[in-house]
């Protein structure tokens, strides 16, 4: 089945600069990755997803690339603030099928 | 547009009882699909239901069921509790059947089990 591993675990960055999280999948059919944000005491919700057409998708301050044959996909948030501190997941998922979750990157954006 | 509803929002059972956590989800969506969230990890896909019918289940025991009704609210039971079933509960819904799709979260319900 499908594997997705997500680096780092904890990320600490300056405010202003930027971070990058960056994960795998082993299923060369997934097709849809969304990244989801999850602040302190709340759910999950998805901040950007790109499809397996696109290499690139952007949102503001916020962007996502997607290798294929690498298998590998990015999230990008440049000029970094204080309420982008949260947990960070990435996923994976193809079709019909249920979406893999990476573990996680706890996101710390220092003063 | 209400979100997606969980309760209870916390629930402490014993070891060995059963717990039922609920979940409503948007209205018109019809796959509901249930996390578990262990302290400080990830989320752990559970089961996944659309249209009534159980579409996916994770690596859990059979002592982890659900289900889904015809308003497609759904249902999580877990039997049997162990210490380690402690974590936050997590169910989402989406519009369209299958993982493509975004998936929009519940507040979760969090378990715990002496």
């Known amino acids: 089945g499908e594997n997705v591993e997500q680096h780092p675990s904890t990320l600490s960055v300056q405010e202003g600069d930027s971070a990058v999280i960056k994960c795998t999948y082993s299923?060369?059919?997934?097709?849809?990755f969304p990244w989801y944000k999850q602040e302190l005491g709340k759910r999950p919700q998805l901040i950007i997803d790109?499809?397996?057409?696109?290499g690139e998708k952007k949102d503001q301050r916020i962007a996502v690339t997607l290798n294929k044959t690498a298998k590998h996909f990015s999230l990008h948030i440049t000029e970094t603030q204080p309420e982008d501190s949260a947990v960070y997941f990435c996923a994976a998922s193809k079709g019909d099928d249920k979406i893999i979750f990476g573990k996680g990157t706890r996101l710390h954006i220092l003063p | 547009e209400a979100g997606v509803t969980q309760s209870p929002t916390h629930l402490i059972k014993t070891r060995g009882q059963q717990a039922t956590l609920r979940c409503s989800p948007i209205s018109g969506h019809t796959s509901v699909y249930w996390y578990q969230q262990a302290l400080g990890l990830g989320l752990q896909f559970l089961l996944w239901?659309?249209?009534?019918?159980?579409?996916n289940r994770g690596n859990f025991p059979p002592r982890f069921s659900g289900r889904q009704f015809p308003n497609y609210s759904s249902e999580l039971n877990v039997n049997a509790l162990e210490l380690e079933d402690s974590a936050l509960y997590l169910c989402a819904s989406s519009q369209e059947t299958g993982g493509t799709d975004t998936q929009y979260f519940g507040p979760g319900t969090r378990l715990t089990v002496l």
């Open positions: 299923d060369s059919a997934s097709n849809y």
């Open positions: 790109i499809r397996s057409n696109v």
């Open positions: 239901y659309d249209e009534g019918e159980e579409r």
